[in-house]
């Protein structure tokens, strides 16, 4: 880990921010390209002209679709508008939450699956122990550097993890920089 930290010593986590966008973001480019989920992100601002939960879902689907987005993607940015607006989402809530507390009200939005509510944790919250063991770049990672290439199985990570904590989102991010050195934002 040292040698990673080395190697990348201008590596900042960023936030951008509103808890809404980033959850909104983070569907739009679930199973797709950084550069298509971009484009589409782009199209869906311009369509929406605001991006407040409000007015997101008085949005109607066929408008969402029409922005690029697939009937399914604007099916859960309305769940999660949803949620926003009717207050079973309270972000002022989740800095006192503890990690498991957050990733289950998240997880309440259709579209949102405990990966997605790890990436929420660690780039919106800035969470600093979240050990996300279903994450590709990770297990690759992990894999490179301890284990000889060797894929390890989710229980293996989760061993492998407890050597970092209470740090593992910086064991995170150094990890995932050592296979690709830009840096994704949530």
Same mark, same amino acid.
């Given at each position: /880990?040292?040698?990673?930290?080395?190697?990348?010593? +201008?590596?900042?986590? =960023?936030?951008?921010?509103d808890?809404?966008?980033?959850?909104? #973001?983070?569907?739009?480019?679930?199973?797709?390209?950084?550069?298509?989920? !971009?484009?589409?992100? =782009?199209?869906?601002?311009? &369509?929406?002209?605001?991006?407040?939960?409000?007015?997101?879902?008085? %949005? +109607?689907?066929?408008?969402?679709?029409? &922005?690029?987005?697939?009937?399914?993607?604007? +099916?859960y940015?309305? !769940?999660? =508008? *949803?949620?926003?607006?009717? *207050?079973? /989402?309270?972000?002022? #809530?989740?800095?006192?939450m503890p990690?498991?507390?957050? @990733?289950?009200?998240?997880?309440?939005?259709?579209?949102?699956?405990?990966?997605?509510? +790890? /990436?929420?944790?660690?780039?919106?919250?800035?969470?600093? !122990?979240?050990?996300?063991?279903?994450? @590709?770049?990770?297990?690759?990672?992990?894999?490179?550097?301890?284990?000889?290439?060797?894929?390890p199985?989710?229980?293996? %990570?989760?061993?492998?993890?407890?050597?970092?904590?209470?740090?593992?989102?910086?064991?995170?991010?150094?990890?995932?920089?050592?296979?690709d050195?830009g840096?994704?934002?949530?």
């Amino acid at each position: /880990m040292a040698g990673l930290i080395a190697r990348f010593p +201008e590596a900042t986590l =960023a936030n951008r921010g509103d808890p809404f966008q980033t959850l909104a #973001r983070a569907i739009v480019g679930q199973q797709i390209s950084v550069k298509a989920a !971009d484009s589409v992100w =782009a199209r869906f601002e311009a &369509c929406a002209k605001t991006l407040r939960p409000e007015h997101v879902v008085t %949005l +109607e689907l066929d408008a969402l679709a029409a &922005c690029g987005l697939s009937r399914r993607k604007a +099916e859960y940015l309305h !769940d999660l =508008a *949803g949620h926003f607006v009717d *207050g079973r /989402m309270r972000p002022a #809530r989740w800095k006192k939450m503890p990690d498991e507390a957050v @990733i289950d009200e998240l997880t309440d939005v259709r579209g949102i699956g405990r990966w997605t509510a +790890e /990436m929420f944790l660690i780039f919106n919250l800035q969470r600093p !122990d979240v050990w996300p063991v279903d994450d @590709i770049g990770l297990q690759k990672a992990v894999a490179l550097h301890y284990l000889k290439g060797e894929r390890p199985t989710p229980a293996a %990570l989760r061993e492998h993890g407890v050597r970092h904590a209470p740090w593992r989102t910086v064991a995170t991010w150094y990890l995932w920089r050592s296979l690709d050195p830009g840096v994704v934002q949530y």
